[in-house]
């Protein structure tokens, strides 16, 4: 295996977690990490935006640009 493997994913090796109790522990270690579909689309779109430009902001940056720009309403 290559050294670039480890971080190469093919189609179908990744999986939706469904599991309540899976799902639970995660909450619990990482907090709540989901996103309202319309900051979902927003993060996303604006992330790969500013990737193609080699700008690369976190998600966590996104997020908080996002609420920053919803409460003012510059969405």
Known sequence: MSRLDRFT???GDLKEVTDPAVLAEINRKYG???MAPEEQRWVSTEGKKRWATGDY???NE????YARRKAL???
């Open 9 to 11: 994913f093919m189609p």
């Open 32 to 34: 709540d990490i989901s």
């Open 57 to 59: 902001v976190s998600t």
């Open 62 to 65: 996104l997020r908080a640009e």
């Open 73 to 75: 309403g510059t969405l």
